[in-house]
């Protein structure tokens, strides 16, 4: 199979149209979506496209922001924004939606943890019935204040495994974990929950919490380990190319994925093309 | 007791004599010194300035970097460094060294922890010796790459405990841990092993990974949950203001050291008087 996902911030110049006939013109036969895309276009149009070009989606991103403010302060409604999001998967055929499940709120950790707790136990059934899996994305621990009070796999294991694993699981992304000096562990007890696999690498040092990160294989990151991990636990879907990158954001979309696929085409100095095999015609080793 | 320290690095534009100075003109008893700092005067000239104002060293700071390598990517010999403060600390009379203990060296995560775990053992009979605590600081996860390997207080202290509780503390600081979900069960088993405890505020969002702090109580840290913490694992010792904070760097430093003492003179919106409260004669409560 190939796993290869692209994650469409990674190309973030490219409308959803662009992005889906980019992938389907090199061969990269999934891609992970963001809801901001999808409106431009409309969910049913975005199926169709998918269709018309054979590529399926990896994930939607997202719902979450389930302690009821945004990360710029305003009040949200987390949990029936994530109901439409769900819906959403459905239309557009997405088997996972990815939570960031919101920041402190009201200077109250504990109290926004449960909040979180709460929020995905009262949205697992209406997931499950529709048949999309909840995916509880850890985030770097920098982005707890405003975006994530989850920051490791094993806090996100612990909410979902109070809800059947087709209904919630959690999504591992490199970024986010590699530095967890208990992320091996959590992974192998996730062994059934893995709901996506998203690489990057990070910049160092960091001088901005979102954007600080690059292509694979430029960092510190040690992908092999992590995707070791991952597979031991039994996760064999799509790999998710996933980069927030100020520099990479100005190149055209088409020269991104070109990157992202092929790494001796990276302006990365320290890219190893063994940490990006992910079955691509391309990649392949 | 009046547990106020000031952490020079808070008020940077002061040199050692007027960062001394300052604090014996204002009641605080207690001062963290950095090496960089003490090297300006010499460590003998700053033993007397310390005795001549009756003033308390907190901290010295720091020992480290064993994985081999600086920030800035340059090879450094951290065990030999580390020998040397230790000396510094004897002749300042600092019962503790701070030790940042270096990020990542050469890809490999595992055996960077397994160098600053060597190195620990190596230099604990030396600093026992010489009646110097050596204080494993656990940095914001953010700082893994380039500054510590050592991301969580859990992680620590399986260090620390290796080794005579006298020999080998941890150094608690806000900042770097106050986002971890195993922070207060941690702090908890690190009962007479705590060497210190650092107080300051996150900036949200962080725009800069080393520089993204500010005075305690503008931001989403819970520092009364924090102390309570440390209190109940049997710290009572002096409490450090250390804040790196580009705006209140360019600031004079009586003017923070002011700030630090009474937060109704802070410029931080949010500040909670409260949390603020270390014994000193202008914050009792």
Chains 1, 2 share one sequence.
């Not at 557009?92 to 990815?98: P, Q, T």
């Not at 979180?116 to 621990?141: I, K, N, T, W």
């Not at 979902?160 to 000096?181: C, K, L, N, R, S």
Request: net charge negative; with cysteine.
């Amino acid at each position: 199979m190939n796993r290869l996902s692209l994650n469409q911030i990674t190309t973030k110049s490219w409308s959803l149209p662009e992005a889906v006939r980019g992938c389907a013109d090199r061969g990269v036969e999934w891609i992970g979506l963001w809801r901001d895309k999808v409106a431009e276009v409309g969910a049913a149009e975005t199926a169709r496209l998918l269709a018309e070009h054979g590529v399926r989606v990896s994930s939607l991103c997202r719902g979450g922001f389930f302690t009821g403010v945004t990360p710029e302060g305003r009040p949200v409604d987390g949990v029936a924004q994530t109901r439409e999001a769900i819906d959403e998967a459905v239309t557009i055929g997405a088997d996972v939606l990815v939570l960031v499940v919101g920041g402190v709120a009201e200077g109250d950790l504990r109290a926004s943890r449960q909040r979180v707790a709460d929020a995905v136990g009262e949205l697992a059934p209406y997931a499950r019935e529709r048949g999309v899996r909840l995916g509880l994305e850890p985030l770097h621990p920098m982005q707890c204040a405003e975006r994530s009070v989850l920051s490791t796999v094993e806090q996100a294991l612990a909410i979902a495994e109070e809800h059947p694993a087709d209904a919630v699981g959690v999504v591992v992304d490199e970024f986010h974990v590699w530095w967890d000096p208990r992320v091996e562990e959590s992974i192998e007890r996730a062994a059934g929950r893995i709901a996506g696999f998203h690489v990057c690498d990070q910049q160092v040092p960091i001088t901005d919490g979102l954007m600080a990160r690059s292509l694979p294989g430029a960092g510190p990151i040690d992908h092999r380990r992590l995707r070791a991990c991952v597979e031991a636990a039994g996760y064999d879907g799509p790999i998710e190319v996933e980069v927030f990158d100020a520099e990479l954001w100005r190149q055209p979309g088409g020269a991104v994925l070109d990157q992202v696929i092929e790494p001796t085409a990276s302006t990365s100095p320290r890219t190893d093309p063994g940490v990006r095999s992910y079955g691509h015609a391309a990649t392949s080793s």
